[in-house]
């Protein structure tokens, strides 16, 4: 089978494509025959070696050829025992690509059942591949943070893969959503439900603090702003951080730094996520397709910033 793979660290340029033996589902898996994989910035980092060294990786059993990608969409095309799906199924998934077999840019992928959902209704496998991994990661920031109906949510980077969800799971939570992104992203932002839009830059978080008013109760920081958003949050309120922030803080408030790794076999959280977009309260964005070949391009591209939408590799 072909996948997107790199044997060592660097530039774009190592990664190539290479055909690789099929993997087989054990038990309690299945395999999809993958038609979308999506580039996520955590492909740019693994290909980096920003995250984990090569030693780090080799104690977890993980050894080059390396394939990137976190989420996926295709069709089942076999399965181990103990399983309820059936060649055929149309499913996304999500898969941690630091493991031995691997991650998503494959034309074969094996994931645990419970990693797996149905595709959404009407959407294609490559809108469906952009769910997973990040629909899970506000998620999972959203229950660290625990708000209630009422409560404010900030967002930065509201109009990103992270923030967009981060718009509109809150909203539909009933949360108030103070989104601040690039001032050429209001209308999108504002499309996806927040009652307030900042501009992004300086005095930001001033603005953010007059609009709860006194600070929000929570913040997601899809941006990576870190301690640039403490003055933002109410005292005693709460930060969910996406790249390992976790202080030091101020004035009582919890930083909960986020990492979806704990969520990929929370089957019923996947799950509730692609009913949202059954009912058409969240938005899948693709932005462009490439061909595995052209992984380099895509990752050039996504790393350049200002891509809106997820780009996808189409096998
Ligand atoms: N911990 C986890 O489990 C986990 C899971 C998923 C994602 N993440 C992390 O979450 C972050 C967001 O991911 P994503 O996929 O949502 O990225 P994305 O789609 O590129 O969105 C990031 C958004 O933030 C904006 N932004 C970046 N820096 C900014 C700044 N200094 N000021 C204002 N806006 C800024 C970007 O605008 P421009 O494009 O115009 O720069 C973009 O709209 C990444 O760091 C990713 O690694 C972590």
């Known amino acids: 089978m072909r996948a997107v793979t790199f044997s060592r660290f660097g530039g774009p340029?190592?990664?190539?494509?290479?055909?690789?033996?099929?993997?087989?589902?054990?038990?309690?898996?299945?395999?999809?025959?993958?038609?979308?994989?999506?580039?996520?910035?955590?492909?740019?980092?693994?290909r980096t070696g920003r995250q984990l060294t090569e030693a780090q990786l080799a104690e977890m059993g993980v050894r080059p050829p390396y394939i990137p990608g976190m989420e996926l969409a295709g069709v089942v095309d076999a399965v181990g025992e103990g399983t309820d799906w059936r060649p055929g199924d149309q499913v996304l998934a999500i898969v941690n690509p630091r493991r031995p077999g691997g991650g998503a840019q494959a034309e074969l992928v094996v994931v645990p059942a419970a990693s797996v959902v149905r595709v959404p209704k009407g959407k294609s496998l490559e809108a469906a591949a952009t769910l997973?991994?990040?629909?899970?990661?506000?998620?999972?920031?959203?229950?660290?943070?625990?708000?209630?109906?009422?409560?404010?949510?900030?967002?930065?980077?509201?109009?990103?893969?992270?923030?967009?969800?981060?718009?509109?799971?809150?909203?539909?939570?009933?949360?108030?959503?103070?989104?601040?992104?690039?001032?050429?992203?209001?209308?999108?932002?504002?499309?996806?439900?927040?009652?307030?839009?900042?501009?992004?830059?300086?005095?930001?978080?001033?603005?953010?603090?007059?609009?709860?008013?006194?600070?929000?109760?929570?913040?997601?920081?899809?941006?990576?702003?870190?301690?640039?958003?403490?003055?933002?949050?109410?005292?005693?309120?709460?930060?969910?951080?996406?790249r390992g922030f976790a202080g030091p803080s101020e004035r009582g408030i919890t930083i909960e730094p986020v990492r979806v790794a704990?969520?990929?076999?929370?089957?019923?959280?996947?799950?509730?996520?692609?009913?949202?977009?059954?009912?058409?309260?969240?938005?899948?964005?693709?932005?462009?397709?490439?061909?595995?070949?052209?992984?380099?391009?895509?990752q050039r591209k996504l790393a350049a910033g200002g891509t809106r939408g997820r780009l996808v590799i189409v096998f």
């Open 132 to 242: 997973p991994m990040n629909g899970l990661t506000v998620r999972l920031a959203l229950d660290k943070l625990a708000l209630k109906p009422g409560q404010t949510l900030g967002v930065t980077g509201a109009a990103g893969a992270v923030g967009g969800y981060a718009v509109e799971l809150g909203v539909s939570e009933g949360l108030r959503v103070i989104a601040v992104a690039r001032p050429q992203d209001e209308a999108v932002v504002k499309g996806f439900g927040a009652s307030t839009f900042v501009p992004s830059g300086e005095g930001a978080m001033r603005a953010v603090f007059a609009a709860a008013p006194g600070g929000v109760d929570g913040m997601i920081d899809a941006a990576v702003l870190d301690a640039a958003v403490l003055p933002a949050i109410r005292d005693g309120g709460k930060l969910a951080t996406v």
């Open 13 to 46: 340029e190592v990664l190539e494509v290479a055909n690789l033996p099929e993997p087989k589902p054990g038990a309690g898996e299945v395999r999809i025959r993958a038609a979308a994989a999506t580039v996520n910035p955590t492909d740019v980092s693994f």
């Open 262 to 298: 704990s969520y990929l076999q929370n089957q019923d959280a996947l799950d509730r996520l692609r009913r949202l977009v059954d009912d058409g309260r969240l938005t899948l964005r693709v932005s462009e397709s490439f061909p595995p070949e052209r992984a380099a391009d895509a």
